[in-house]
Antibody
Framework: EVQLLESGGGLVQPGGSLRLSCAAS????????MDWVRQAPGKGLEWVSG????????YYADSVKGRSTISRDNSKNTLSLQMNSLRAEDTAVYYC?????????????WGQGTLVTVSS | DIVMTQSPDSLAVSLGERATINCKSS????????????LAWYQQKPGQPPKLLIY???TRESGVPDRFSGSGSGTDFTLTISSLQAEDVAVYYC?????????FGPGTKVDIK
């Protein structure tokens, strides 16, 4: 059974940093591209960042580009998102999502999410 | 960026009746080389993560009831729930994966009338 378990969320002051993690199990992690998608309270879904199966290619939304770094450790089945210079508008539930086997942006499994709150 | 719009914002349908949600992309998401539409639909129930329903505009994900169907091509797409059940109350999102940044529609809330 595919499981994605996010952690690392919490309350952080504007300008602060946070590192989100996603522990994956139930599939061959190193064979699949992975992504982060966020959802502000009461709002819709926003794709944040993606990384290829091997980690050699990364992609970012303009809203986080230059402030965030996505990475993965295929030996530990872990996906990460380092977020710096956080702003109030980064407040959201951050979901880890697995892409389907072809590498297209079809998100076939999602974690339960971790809440990031940026506030003083 | 490709902008996704959905209509209506919300709808209430009687149990057993049809629910239809429309999605429009600001540019075509049909890739001519493989004749595939890079369009997915997700269902999100309160307090839960999204769940994949449909991809390639009309391919139902494994385990999804056949009352859910997707159609359309190019820039105009439709998600149809043929006979609404109580468990279908949720917000439904379309998403394009033709090009990054992947973008979602604003969502359509479906309720029981």
């Amino acid at each position: 059974e595919v499981q994605l378990l996010e952690s690392g969320g919490g309350l952080v002051q504007p300008g602060g940093s946070l590192r989100l993690s996603c522990a994956a199990s139930g599939f061959t992690f190193s064979s699949y591209a992975m992504d982060w998608v966020r959802q502000a309270p009461g709002k819709g879904l926003e794709w944040v960042s993606g990384i290829s199966a091997g980690g050699g290619s990364t992609y970012y939304a303009d809203s986080v580009k230059g402030r965030s770094t996505i990475s993965r450790d295929n030996s530990k089945n872990t996906l990460s998102l380092q977020m710096n210079s956080l702003r109030a508008e980064d407040t959201a539930v951050y979901y880890c999502a697995k892409r389907e086997g072809g590498g297209n942006g079809i998100f076939d499994y999602w974690g339960q999410g971790t809440l990031v709150t940026v506030s003083s | 960026d490709i902008v996704m719009t959905q209509s209506p914002d919300s709808l209430a349908v009687s149990l057993g009746e049809r629910a239809t949600i429309n999605c429009k992309s600001s540019q075509s998401v049909l890739y001519s080389s493989n004749n595939r539409n890079y369009l997915a639909w997700y269902q999100q129930k309160p307090g839960q993560p999204p769940k994949l329903l449909i991809y390639w505009a009309s391919t139902r994900e494994s385990g999804v009831p056949d009352r859910f169907s997707g159609s359309g091509s190019g820039t105009d797409f439709t998600l149809t729930i043929s006979s609404l059940q109580a468990e279908d109350v949720a917000v439904y999102y379309c998403q394009q994966y033709y090009i990054t940044p992947f973008t979602f529609g604003p969502g359509t809330k479906v309720d029981i009338k």
